[in-house]
């Protein structure tokens, strides 16, 4: 049996839809692989009732038969589903990384990317790689028709996760289909000014490119009291705040020392408008650990 412990990510970060990712210290999944003749789950842990154990609905299934690597899976949920925070990919994430070191298959971190993303197909429709590639590689990532980049980061970060669901395919149902020019050059300012943070470690330069004007503001409206947490973020020191993934999870990037202010003002905030959450203080972590 082998054990392997894989985070909750961020896609989007705002400027880069279906793009950029980011891996979070905390929370994770942590699934356990034994060798079987034939897959089956078991899943435990947060929003587990709401998890098909059947392997052809669970994203660690799809990864199990491309890796040809039927197994026992044990999966205990640190992170929720629908959550904005990559839970699906978390799983496909540990299970390919897990079953390729229990079949021996010697994929490198990069190949499992695709491998891990087509258990994402199962549950959203799309293969998207912008919540398996960082909770694989660890780190910031940009994920492209080309291939994934990775930047080790630690940028500190606070997630903020409302008790509201908001299911992926809902979220890319708003997503307007068109975009104007002077957004284009906008959204790719931001996304220059996110990526040159990453690689600087600079939260004030990633904050300043988590600015999104597309796809953002029509997303917000399926989270209650969205702009008035974003604004507490911002007053408690946040550098940047947006929606984590498809939501409804909001995100913000802050200097060290002040991920406890935000979170608490965040929190205030989404209990001003009756919504019940919970914050993770967390920053830029690592991909996904074989114990
Ligand atoms: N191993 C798994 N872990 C979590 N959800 C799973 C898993 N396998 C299948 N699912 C299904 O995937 C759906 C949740 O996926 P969804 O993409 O909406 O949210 P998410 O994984 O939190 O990610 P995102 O960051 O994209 O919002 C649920 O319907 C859930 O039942
Ligand atoms: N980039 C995806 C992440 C969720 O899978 C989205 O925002 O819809």
Known sequence: MLTVRAPATSAN????FDVFGVALERPADVVRVSKADRTTIEVTGAGSQFIPEDPDKNTVGAVAEALEAPAHIQIDKGV??????GSSAASAAAAAVGLNELYDRG??????VPIAAKGEAVVSGDAHDDNVAPSILGGFTIATESGVRQVDASIPLVACLPDIVVSTRDA????PEHA????????????ATLTTGMHRDDPGLVGEGM??????PARAKLIDGYESVREAALEAGATGVTISGAGPTVIAACY???QRAIASAMLDTFGEHGVDARAYQSRIGRGAQIF
């Open 80 to 85: 929720r589903p629908a959550s904005g925070l």
């Open 256 to 258: 060290e020392g002040s």
């Open 180 to 191: 104007r020019v002077d957004q284009l050059v906008e959204t790719v300012g931001n996304a």
């Open 211 to 216: 600015h999104d004007t597309v796809v953002t």
């Open 172 to 175: 890319r149902r708003v997503v």
């Open 13 to 16: 970060l705002g400027s880069g």
């Open 107 to 112: 994929y490198t971190r990069e190949e499992l």
